[in-house]
Nanobody, 113 residues
Framework: QVQLVESGGGLAQPGGSLTLSCAASGFTFLRYTMGWYRQVPGKERALVALISSGGTAIYADSVKGRFTISRDNAKNTVYLLMNGLKPDDTAVYYC???????WGQGTQVTVSS
């Protein structure tokens, strides 16, 4: 069955960096666009970044220039490198397989001094 397992969340100081990973299994990873989303309490889940099967990436305006999404098809893994973190980046981050209802369990990112 499809599984998406996130890791790499935690506490970071403003201006700091974190890298999230999402290990995928149960499907042909390289065929799918993959995405990272985030959610804060009381708000809807919002797109952070997408990466197509060919490696084309798009980003939410709020993270452009700070976050980088990448993928390693040999490892069935998608990454989110987050630089220049701000308190507003605090959220639960979810991995998602495009055109599906498959989500990871989420990983908490907290940005605070």
């Amino acid at each position: 069955q499809v599984q998406l397992v996130e890791s790499g969340g935690g506490l970071a100081q403003p201006g700091g960096s974190l890298t999230l990973s999402c290990a995928a299994s149960g499907f042909t990873f390289l065929r799918y666009t993959m995405g990272w989303y985030r959610q804060v309490p009381g708000k809807e889940r919002a797109l952070v970044a997408l990466i197509s099967s060919g490696g084309t990436a798009i980003y939410a305006d709020s993270v452009k220039g700070r976050f980088t999404i990448s993928r390693d098809n040999a490892k069935n893994t998608v990454y989110l490198l987050m630089n220049g973190l701000k308190p507003d980046d605090t959220a639960v981050y979810y991995c998602h397989r495009d055109t599906s209802n498959y989500w990871g369990q989420g990983t908490q990112v907290t940005v605070s001094s």
